[in-house]
């Protein structure tokens, strides 16, 4: 998020799109009916009437996989109605930003943009380049009227978007559309702020990104980002799915976004030259320029006293991806069903239920030598080997079960989707033989590393360097057991020299050696400080003698009015709790709107110390101290962009600088009404014309599978199931796979409500109670019927044990991601429903 | 019972999100099993109360001229009717009785089986377990003896489900623009209030909901006369005959 849960009461205007809060993350719905109460409208568009719907002001019905057309539409009517908020846009975007005359769009290119290659796949990018001044710096035209400027282009690019049209590939009535983007573009008003909440209605297409990038141009134009009640905000589909991802979760990025390096990359030199982006342009922050000060901590952290300046602080330990390799969750289990993988540890997850197209994932873990899973309870990927129609004579992989504590098991910080870590205490001890996770791990380094020494390996210096500082030792040398509060203040960081602040005379001390880093302001590129995790650091902090966990501060005081509740736990970076904040004020540093001011610039602030007069920010945590933009000492509002500013033109993603719209690789429609490119031109295809194997097939636009279908959570079960169908309690109230479709379907198909059927894709088939709802209706697409079908994904065959629960709707989904994030596109695809 | 100490529950379809996170805490609280159940077609599980469900949440679907439906969320549960009808029929002394902060409460101890407290309930509340003893919402009673709110108002993520004093709630509710709760007057003021921004019928709820007249004739000239002599299985089973009529046992789950 870029604001936070309780923000979301301070908007006027709430969009869901790509997200239903009532049932996914309900606790967030507080803040929604609060705003509503205080006047707010709430804007709901999804292809079904969900819970989240029944609450809406406005819902506005789309086939699924449409969004961009949606949005598309939107960016038109915002433009051609002179709706946004032009002092902004001005000043704060990439609006003015001059382009390569030679870059093209889809209107010009049959819906490709300039630089395809059709044999790669990919695009180069030259033409999606600036023009650039004498300085290196990017050329502007403020009246934004040039037409090679970046608001140009965006009027030329969503000039295509026209009502009618966006209406036919939407299926959207023209006046629902209409309602919608009126309400909306009424956030463009300085004293007016828009926020829109999503989740994996967004990111599971293979156009997430870029649905995501469709309303941050919207969010931008109207002038929404850094606003109290405003921001992009992806509510997490997972309690601390943000804490993990921050950590390095992902495939390419190490712990704090830090990227991953790659084999060409080879020393930490040329890492930082390769990887740290540069600015030419005074105003500009371009925060990332840090870059080297936080790999070296981070480096420091891992490997402690045996990473020395000679041996580049042990870069060359790190992992290294091959290049271009991707390593995402399609391409693990592609490899694993290749049999290029030995051992698989699914930690916490359950994949045989939860991973698109789980048919071919379970035929993927019988190719594996062994297999162990960490989990509270056994489920379908622990027991693949003895799922209906497999037999286990035939598996030789050699599963492992071990049993994990639960959250209320174990003590450590958890992050949510306001970026907030909070510390936890442990409820109970952990039962039987199960172990919070810290200790597993613990166990497993001490073994692998004892096999090191005894046996040796190609590589061990990775392992055998690592400092693993976690608590007492036995004699081994063996951690008796984990402290967390250890890998806490690690991840904070620490001086590892006493550290001077040089510039000014005399030298100030920065920090004691052995004392935990004040906040990442302090990082030092010379090895002499440590950090495991630059964006975490300030989170266990220490002033002066006194330790301080951040994360488990617990004070209820709300200065600003707004909610940001300061000194409830910590959240990153540096506590602040609406980033891009700068944008909230003009750049004389006075708030777009002084009813919720997130920040203020204030002259006569005095220092509280000294009492003498020091200029600076009230409220928030601000991004950087430096004065207003407009002050000649003065910054950019975006300080993690490079160019300082918000980028409505975004030339780094894969499939293109503008959001276009792409039809999902299954869809009902021959051709694309927007151009003659039907799918995302730069996916990249498991199975193409024949080729690929039978496991990754797709079928779209064919009879055999005439509808849309999407599938979902529901409130009463979490994920897969795992926690919740072991409880009686939810099963009671949500007991079987069902499928949800609309009478006029039913009517076509016989089908009756509560009887069984069979959903069938290209790939395989579930069977679901018949859920005969007016809650789907079909939809009128390119001038025909087209009908849309939605089933959970929460059901396995294992629990309940009599198999009444069905099995997963991830059987039916298709081997495809995003075309920058490979994210699986699990929300639109296509299916047929039977009577069993 | 002084008036100004009466708890109370409001409950407002127009913030319930339908989550049923107040179904499982009830469950959870009074440590209720679970019925095996199957999908009959609609979200809405399990269809009515049972011995071991105090509270549902009904999943209504009425006609609506801007969407595909409208689609409310109400939860179902006892009442806590001021004038309870199942407490004046009830001829077990301190089997039915009202707390202190007006909960309509229930001693399974003192329970005789007889079932009368469904006929005198107007709104189809009470449930027998298979002892054959009452079962329905008290609102935790216990927890409400010890100072704490109720499970599913604590559980409730949004304020649909709210208590407290029900004065301060009711005037609460005024000010926020609901000028007359369902319950307010009926049945001599309901413990379980509802903020309905339509007429009750559209919520799937009684107009004008009433004790039964059999009940009443009871209350008013047989119970006294159980009093005076009449033992209490016969005063049972002629108020029995009374409330149903013959050969209708079978029919009362």
Redesign the interface.
């Known amino acids: 998020m870029t604001n936070n849960w309780i923000d979301i009461k301070n908007s006027d205007v709430i969009l869901v799109m790509g997200a239903n809060p ?2 996914n993350h ?2 967030s ?2 803040w929604v ?1 609060r705003a509503k109460e205080k006047g707010a409208k709430l804007i709901v568009v999804d292809p079904r ?1 969900t ?5 809406a002001d406005i ?1 506005a ?1 789309m086939r699924s996989g449409t969004d961009i057309a949606f949005l598309g539409g939107m960016i038109k009517y915002i433009l051609d109605n002179h709706l946004y908020f032009k002092d902004y846009v001005v000043n704060y975007t990439n609006a003015p930003f001059l382009v390569n005359p030679d870059f093209k769009g889809p209107g010009e290119l049959k819906g490709l943009f300039s630089g395809y290659d059709e044999k790669t796949r990919k695009y180069d990018k030259k033409t999606w380049s600036y023009q650039m001044d004498e300085k290196g710096i990017p050329k502007k035209d403020p009246s934004l009227k040039d037409p090679n400027c970046v608001f140009q282009l965006l009027k030329k690019h969503y000039s295509r978007y026209k009502l009618d049209t966006v209406s036919s590939i939407t299926g959207t009535p023209k006046e629902k559309l209409l309602e919608v983007y009126k309400t909306y573009a009424s956030t463009g008003k300085p004293n007016r702020a828009g926020t829109e909440l999503y989740a994996m209605g967004w990111t599971q297409h293979t156009v997430g990104t870029q649905n995501i990038r469709a309303m941050s141009v919207i969010q931008l134009l109207l002038g929404n980002m850094g606003m109290a009640g405003g921001g992009i905000n992806a509510l997490r589909g997972e309690s601390n799915v943000q804490g993990s991802t921050d950590h390095g979760l992902l495939f390419h990025i190490l712990p704090g976004y830090l990227p991953a390096p790659t084999a060409s990359v080879v020393d930490l030199k040329t890492y930082i030259e390769k990887l740290t982006p540069k600015t030419k342009d005074p105003k500009s922050v371009n925060w990332w320029g840090n870059r080297p000060k936080y790999i070296t901590s981070y480096l420091k952290a891992i490997y402690g006293n045996n990473a020395t300046k000679d041996n580049d602080f042990g870069y060359a330990w790190l992992p290294k991806l091959d290049e271009g390799m991707n390593a995402s969750w399609l391409m693990l289990f592609d490899q694993m069903f290749k049999g290029k993988l030995e051992g698989f540890f699914a930690w916490g997850q359950n994949p045989a239920c939860s991973g698109a197209n789980a048919g071919k994932v379970r035929k993927a873990l019988a190719k594996l030598k062994w297999m162990v899973n960490v989990n509270l309870f056994d489920n379908e990927t622990g027991s693949f080997w003895r799922a209906p129609g497999t037999n286990p004579a035939e598996i030789q992989t050699e599963v492992f079960m071990l049993p994990a504590a639960s959250s209320v098991e174990k003590e450590g910080s958890i992050t949510n989707s306001s970026r907030l870590a909070q510390w936890r205490t442990r409820a109970i001890p952990p039962i039987g033989e199960s172990k919070p996770d810290s200790e597993i791990m613990n166990e497993l380094y001490f073994r692998v590393k004892k096999l090191y020494k005894t046996k040796g390996s190609k590589f061990t210096a990775p392992i055998m360097n690592l400092t693993w500082n976690y608590g007492e030792k036995d004699k081994e040398g063996k951690i008796k057991a984990v402290d967390v509060h250890r890998i806490a203040k690690e991840i904070n960081g620490y001086y590892l020299e006493d550290l001077f602040d040089n510039k000014v005379t005399p030298p100030k001390q920065l920090g004691k050696k052995g004392e935990l880093c004040a906040s990442f302001v302090t990082l030092q590129a010379d090895g002499t400080t440590s950090c495991g995790n630059w964006i975490y650091s300030q989170s266990y902090t220490q002033k002066e003698d006194k330790v301080i966990n951040m994360m488990a501060r617990r004070k209820k005081t709300d200065t600003t009015g707004l909610g940001l509740y300061p000194e409830w736990a910590w959240a990153w970076p540096v506590n602040r709790r609406i980033i891009y904040n700068r944008a909230s004020v003009d750049p004389q540093g006075r708030p777009w709107d002084p009813k919720r001011a997130v920040i203020k610039w204030n002259p006569n602030k005095l220092d509280p110390k000294t009492k003498k007069p020091a200029p600076g920010w009230d409220g928030d945590v601000p991004d950087g101290p430096a004065p207003p933009m407009a002050d000649e000492k003065g910054k950019y509002p975006f300080i993690m962009r490079a160019d300082g500013m918000g980028a409505i033109f975004g030339p780094g993603l894969a499939d293109g600088p503008l959001p276009e719209h792409y039809e999902a690789l299954e869809c009902p429609l021959q051709e694309n009404i927007m151009s003659k490119q039907r799918i995302n031109p730069t996916i990249k295809l498991f199975y193409d014309k024949g080729k690929g194997s039978p496991e990754d097939i797709f079928i779209s636009c064919d009879i055999r599978f005439p509808f849309v279908a999407t599938t979902y959570r ?3 079960h979490w994920q897969t199931g795992v926690l919740t169908r072991h409880q ?9 796979q ?1 499928v949800e479709i609309s009478e006029e379907l039913a009517k076509e198909k016989g089908i ?4 069984k059927v069979k959903v069938k894709s290209a790939r395989g088939e579930v069977w679901a ?9 079909p939809f009128k697409v390119a001038g025909s019927t087209v009908h849309q079908v939605g089933l959970p994904w929460c059901f396995g065959w294992q629990y309940p044990e009599d198999g ?1 629960g069905g099995d997963s709707a991830n059987l039916l989904t298709p081997t495809i991601g995003d075309a920058n994030t490979m994210i699986p596109e699990t929300k639109a695809f296509m299916v047929n429903v039977e009577k069993a | 019972m002084s008036t100004t100490k009466r708890k109370s529950l409001i409950i407002s379809p127009e913030l319930c999100i339908g989550c049923r996170g107040c179904q499982t805490a009830c469950k959870e609280w009074n440590q209720l099993s679970a019925t095996k159940t199957t999908n009959k077609g609609t979200i809405e599980n399990p269809p009515d109360l049972t011995p071991n469900l105090f509270n549902r949440i009904r999943y209504v679907e009425v006609p609506s001229e801007t969407n595909p439906v409208r689609w409310l969320f109400v939860s179902q549960r006892c009442m806590h009717c001021d004038d309870a009808g199942c407490m004046k029929i009830c001829p077990a002394p301190g089997a039915i009785y009202k707390t202190k902060e007006g909960i309509v409460a229930y001693d399974k101890e003192k329970c005789i089986g007889c079932k009368l407290c469904v006929a005198g309930c107007p709104f189809n509340i009470p449930r027998y377990d298979e002892k054959n003893k009452i079962s329905k919402c008290h609102l935790c009673s216990d927890r409400v003896a010890e100072g704490l709110v109720p499970a599913c108002a604590k559980t409730c993520p949004t304020g649909a489900i709210s208590y407290g004093d029900r004065d301060d709630m009711l005037a609460k509710a005024h000010a926020a623009g609901y000028q007359k709760l369902y319950g307010q007057a009926d049945l001599g003021g309901l413990g379980t209030l509802y903020a309905f921004k339509d007429a009750p019928k559209v919520y799937g709820m009684d107009e004008n909901p009433a004790i039964p007249e059999s009940v009443v004739f009871w209350h008013k000239v047989l119970k006294p006369l159980a009093y005076w002599g009449l033992g209490g299985a016969v005063a049972a089973s002629l108020l029995h005959y009374v409330a149903f009529g013959p050969k209708k046992d079978e029919e009362v789950k």
């Open positions: 009532a049932e309900p606790i719905m507080k009916l009437f819970r989240t719907a029944a609450k819902y019905p529901v409130s009463e009686p309690w939810q099963l009671e109230m949500m007991p079987q069902f009756k409500s509560g009887e109670i018949a859920m005969v709802t007016k809650r789907f209706k009444s």
